[in-house]
Every structure is written in structure tokens, then in C-alpha cells.
């Protein structure tokens, strides 16, 4: 089945081929772009030689082996800063994912490490790296824009509480991670993974593949080892999508899970910053600090639990239901009970309401955001007027067709906004997963993420094939996505979802199944 509005279909950015060098916030207060090499020697400037590094394998590191690490004496916060900043001068030029570097990261480290020294008590992401989607507001110099070189020069004051919940429990913040422009909110006919400010990124398994958005660059990073933990955030499939294609995990929490202050929003309706990580776990501690919740979990056994099968978010291409079926067999044979054949009623309607919702809220959402700016851009008839000015720069290959339709609305003013989104909110959750989780006595509904990465095309865009996002994003309920298998050496993922505030429970959950799938 089409669902036309599903995942990213109209969050979709056009990507250009070819790399933009990588921006560095320097030392001194100007922003700079670096060659490869330049890059390296500004590292090895800043760290001193790689060979300094202890050994140790980070090719299979994870957060608590970090964290252990630490305290052995085994690898110091600077050292591990080191490492990533020297995988990300390897692979960034190819991959683009990392759009600029914090000019403080050594700084942080050996803070962080004298902290750990005097025996002062190691937060929950002590000295390790994250890097963050070029959308939340960062107050370390480091620009805040959405990919758009109409925010080039838009430096926040002051961190997004998700950024000052990080640094409160250790986390280094590495730097920012291109983006799919606008997260993917400009124009019906864009290509994921550009945008204008930081160019083209490309797939961490093929480099000739999408790697989907609008959380591109936090994906990629994160499979290619540029960090061990990346923030995206999602409207609707913008962490699943980049998740499944690049084969890494990704959460969308529930809908005000964590808070959506200090990020450049498309609707509060459901905008939700959210964790990517090679693993469940990972991806679970970093859902516990940016949320400021325990999510404390029970253990889920395979054998008892019930899982519905969502029929109607297949069929993105044979290759993935092929793989998907394995998996189901994989999991019935371990116990779990698999309830197949079901749909999800409404999905047209849904996805319709969905889309006039997110133009009207995205006209006054954006309002309020430049308001708490300094830039000469106060609404979105002045982002619309900037992008036409430097149509050559910001618009090269597709228009703002979206931005438009946006303008033209009355915003949350329109009559039928508050009927649309309560029959949303309806269709989704009450009528859509609560109906089928209650009626068959579910624990989480499943179905593949989306298919495999599409060739990239920058002529006529996307070739997407409808993801599994929609229901969940709609619905304000959490949304996990573990990679399941492999085709072709290209990543698929599965997706678990559930309802409103289930976090915790889908978390434990897919910990479990997580070891059973086959990922080659």
C-alpha cells in the first residue's frame, strides 16, 4: 500500500553530488572551511599524534565499556575525544556527515578528566562523545542552521536543554552533523541528505546511495564510528529512516519525552529530538539523560510476548519483505507470539490531515523561533524572500514549494486546526495502535522500517517507497528501529511501536529481540 505522506515523503531534501569541505569553528572567532588536511593538522595540533592513544579496540567499543575504561585509567576523556576526531579527519571528506567541529572539545576533555581525577563522581556519559543534528541550539560558538546558509551566522546564546542535560552528565559535544535542509521541510521535489550550507551526505554503506533524512549526517557518523552516539530528531521518519538505511538504532520517544525548546521546529505537533547508537542500549542511556527519565525497564522474555504485524506498512520492496519474514520466523522460533495480517485503518485520511497540520503549525512555529533570534529573518515570509535572493546558493536544484503552501495558510489559525488535529491524534492512536493493541492483546506492533537505500538521483529526486513512520509520529508514541538484516550489503531495519508513553517497555523489548536478528 501507498501511504503518501508516510515516513519522509515529504521531508525529503535534494542532494547534490559532490562534498562540501568540512566547517571547523577555529580558535579564533571567524568560521572557516578546512581542506582534508588542514583538518588533520588542526588535530594533531589540538591532541598531538594519534599514536599517543592508548591501545584499545573501539571498533567494537560501546558506552559502559567507555565509561569502564575511564575508570580503569585505561583511556582518558581526551583520548577518547582524540580517536573520533581522528576517524572523523578519515572518513568525512568521502561521507560528509559532520558539518562542524566544537572548538572547545579538548577543553571539555580535560575537564571532564580532572573532574575524574580529584574522584568526583562520573556522570552517565562521562567523556564520551556525541555529535549533534545542525538544528538544536548549541551555546559553544558553533552555529545553529537547519543546513541553510540563510542561518550561516546564527549563534544561540544559550544550549537547548537536551544539550545542557547532556554536558550535566559528561557527554562531550563533539560537534554538529549535516542535515537534510530544513528537515526536509522546503520543497516536495528535494533529494535527502543536502542541503545548502553543507552539501551532500552520502550513505556510510554505499557511498552512491541515499542515506535518507532529515537526521542524515547523525546516522552516517554514527555507522562509519565518527562518534559512538549521535541526536536527530524526527517530525515524521527523520530518526527511523536515516536509522534503518544506515544500519544503526534510533528512538523516537514519545511526544514530549524530551523537550523540543532551542530546536528549529517544523510543528510542535510532533517534533521530538531523539538517540541513534550502534545498539539498543546505547541508544536507551542517551534516551535516559536527554530526557531526564530513568526509563527503568524489566527485562522482556521472548517466550509470551505478542507482536502484531502490520500488513499494510509493508511491500517496500520484495527484498525486505523476504528478509522481513526470516526475521519473524527467527522470532517465533524463540517464543515469541506473532499476530499476523493485521492493518491499520485510515492510513489515507491520516496522512492527509497530517500533512495540512504540519503546513499550518510550521507557519507560526518558525515565527517563534526567529523571535528568540538575533537574525534579520522574523517569519517565514522573510526565509521565503532571503532563499529567492540567493536562489544561485540556496536553492540550486529544487524550490521551497512547502515553504509557500505554509505562507499561504493562516497558520494555527485556520478554522479546522483544532477538528484536524484531535481526528489525527484519533485515526493514529485510539482508532489506529491503541485499537489494534488492546483488541489482540499486543505488546508492540512490527513491521519493516522502510526499504533498502535508493541510488542517489539528484534529476528526479527520491525514489522512496513508504516507510513505517507515520502512525507512531501522528500518534506521539515511541518508535524504535533496530537493523534486521542485509540486502545486498544494504541495511534494513525493523521497527517496534506502541502506545503513548511506553518508552521503557519498547526499549526492553526490542533489547531482546535485538540479538536474534541477522544482520548480514
Known sequence: MNIFFSGISFFRIPLILGNQPLRVKARYSLQLNYSFQALCLLLALSFGAAANTPAYDFSRADVAGLLEAQ??????????????????????????AVITLANDVKAQAQQLDSARAQGKPMGALHGIPVLIK?????????????????????????????????????????GKTNLSEWANFRSSHSVSGWSSL?????????????????????????????????????????????????GVVGIKPSLGLVSQEGIIPISALQDTAGPMA???????????????????????????????????LMGYSPRTDAAFAASLDTLKAAGVTVIEGLELPNLDEMGNLEFQLLLWDFKDAIADYLATTSLPHK?????????????????????????????????RTEPEFAKAEAR????????????????????????PTTGPAWKI????????????SSPAAVAGY????????????????????????????????????????HRK
Open 71 to 96: 575508570r580503569r585509567g585505561e583511556l582518558s576523556a581526551e583520548h577518547i575525544s582524540e580517536h573520533y576526531l581522528k576517524v572523523i579527519a578519515d572518513n568525512n571528506p568521502r561521507y560528509n
Open 134 to 174: 545542525d538544528n538544536i541550539d548549541t551555546a559553544d560558538g558553533m552555529a545553529n542552521t537547519a543546513g541553510s546558509v540563510l542561518l550561516a551566522k546564527h549563534f544561540p546564546k544559550a544550549d537547548a536543554p537536551l544539550i545542557q542535560k547532556l554536558r550535566a552528565e559528561g557527554a562531550i559535544i563533539l
Open 198 to 246: 553543507g552539501g551532500q551526505t552520502f550513505n556510510a554503506h554505499d557511498p552512491s546511495r541515499s542515506p535518507c533524512g532529515s537526521s542524515s549526517g547523525s546516522a552516517v557518523a554514527v555507522a562509519l564510528g565518527m562518534a559512538p552516539l549521535a541526536i536527530g530528531t524526527e517530525t515524521d521518519g527523520s530518526i527511523t529512516c536515516p536509522a534503518a538505511m544506515n
Open 278 to 312: 550502534r545498539s539498543v542500549a546505547d541508544a536507551a542511556r542517551l534516551l535516559a539523560v536527554i530526557s531526564g527519565e530513568k526509563l527503568n525497564k524489566d527485562d522482556a522474555k521472548l517466550k509470551g510476548l505478542r507482536l502484531g504485524v502490520v500488513a499494510n
Open 379 to 411: 517569519n517565514l515570509a522573510d526565509l521565503i524572500a532571503a532563499n529567492r535572493a540567493a536562489a544561485k546558493t540556496a536553492m540550486p536544484h529544487f524550490g521551497q514549494e512547502l515553504f509557500e503552501m505554509s505562507e499561504a495558510s493562516k497558520g
Open 424 to 447: 489525527a491524534k484519533e485515526l493514529a492512536g485510539k482508532l489506529g495502535i491503541d485499537a489494534l493493541i488492546n483488541a489482540h492483546s499486543l505488546d508492540a506492533l512490527i513491521a
Open 457 to 468: 538521483d539528484v534529476l528526479n529526486g527520491d525514489h522512496y517507497g513508504g516507510s513505517a
Open 478 to 517: 515511541p518508535h524504535i528501529t533496530l537493523p534486521m538484516a542485509q540486502t545486498g550489503d544494504m541495511p534494513l531495519g525493523l521497527s517496534l511501536f506502541s502506545g503513548k508513553g511506553s518508552d521503557a517497555r519498547l526499549i526492553a523489548i526490542a533489547s531482546a529481540i535485538e540479538p536474534l536478528l
